[in-house]
T-cell receptor, first 116, second 114 residues
Framework: GESVGLHLPTLSVQEGDNSIINCAYSNSASDYFIWYKQESGKGPQFIIDIRSNMDKRQGQRVTVLLNKTVKHLSLQIAATQPGDSAVYFCAEKGSNYGGSQGNLIFGKGTKLSVKP | NAGVTQTPKFQVLKTGQSMTLQCAQDMNHNSMYWYRQDPGMGLRLIYYSASEGTTDKGEVPNGYNVSRLNKREFSLRLESAAPSQTSVYFC?????????????FGEGSWLTVV
């Protein structure tokens, strides 16, 4: 079946460096992807999204890249700050398979730790 | 600016007890969801309600029931709690389900079944 997963379960970066969090997905028919940030003890918070008709989308200090050829998604955080420390999830919107059509499928998450 | 509000925040249950998690959203969203999150795993969908008056099973519905009380409220009920239901539960909502609109989450409910 389809799955959404992450290459690295943990990532430690120095404050001020750029961070790159990766995600692989298996359903080539998925048409919408979201990155969420989850701080300890809180619910997931929307960061940025991208539709399958785009390769790149930029927000404030964040960029999402989508490579449909290899079914890979990445989140880039520029000038990482201590406040960016959290678990980051990618999510894929199921498109045309079974009863999960329209539901989000979440990856397991990557923990980002920012060292001051 | 409440967004999605869920209660209670923390609950300890004995095996076999029942309880209901309440959720309300003030964004006039059509679709609402209940997820559970276990250590080392991503969020898994328990049930969802695409629109008022409809509910459907998600990935892990066994042991749960839901009620879409009105457009604002979507409750999750555990009829006979089991230790395997110890988890963090998140309610969420979106404008609708199929168009890829952003899903907004509540702050979570920590449930322990002993």
């Amino acid at each position: 079946g389809e799955s959404v997963g992450l290459h690295l379960p943990t990532l430690s970066v120095q404050e001020g460096d750029n961070s790159i969090i990766n995600c692989a997905y298996s359903n080539s028919a998925s048409d919408y992807f979201i990155w969420y940030k989850q701080e300890s003890g809180k619910g997931p918070q929307f960061i940025i999204d991208i539709r399958s008709n785009m390769d790149k989308r930029q927000g404030q200090r964040v960029t999402v890249l989508l490579n449909k050829t290899v079914k890979h998604l990445s989140l880039q955080i520029a000038a990482t700050q201590p406040g960016d420390s959290a678990v980051y999830f990618c999510a894929e919107k199921g498109s045309n398979y079974g009863g999960s059509q329209g539901n989000l499928i979440f990856g397991k998450g990557t923990k980002l730790s920012v060292k001051p | 600016n409440a967004g999605v509000t869920q209660t209670p925040k923390f609950q300890v249950l004995k095996t076999g007890q029942s309880m209901t998690l309440q959720c309300a959203q003030d964004m006039n969203h059509n679709s609402m969801y209940w997820y559970r999150q276990d250590p080392g795993m991503g969020l898994r969908l328990i049930y969802y309600s695409a629109s008022e008056g409809t509910t459907d099973k998600g990935e892990v519905p066994n042991g749960y029931n839901v009620s879409r009380l009105n457009k604002r409220e979507f409750s999750l009920r555990l009829e006979s709690a089991a230790p395997s239901q110890t988890s963090v539960y998140f309610c969420a909502s979106s404008r609708d389900r199929l168009s890829g609109n952003t899903i907004y989450f509540g702050e979570g409910s920590w449930l322990t079944v002993v």
